[in-house]
């Protein structure tokens, strides 16, 4: 069982999308869906998609406020996915593209609309 959650969360960090999202998440606290979607430049049907399959392969967790969803890294029983948002984390600081995405964030500030 622990083996096929595994494999289904490795098949979430396949995507560069649900990448970038995943480096913004481990980089705030807490982000409202649509500050991702303005530092992403992507359309909130695009960021919601990818939202909500991290979500389901439980690397995420969300909290609703009013008409907003805000997301956040969900703390694993897996030491390994633990370990891997670890070195993903360390990892962003050296990519150009991750590292854009996280300054447009704070460009734009975490406003919640």
Known sequence: MIINQLAS?????SEPV??????????NEEVCVCD????????QSVVSRHLAY???NQLIESRREGTWVHYKIKASQLDMINVLFD???DFGKTSN??????????LSGLSCC
Do not use: G, H, P, W
């Open 97 to 106: 593209e991750l590292s854009d995405d996280l300054k447009q964030m704070k």
């Open 18 to 27: 649900r990448l970038r999202i995943l480096y913004l998440l481990l980089e």
């Open 9 to 13: 969360q490795f098949k979430a960090f």
């Open 87 to 89: 070195n993903f984390a």
């Open 36 to 43: 991702l979607v303005q530092s992403l430049s992507l359309t």
């Open 54 to 56: 991290l979500k389901n």
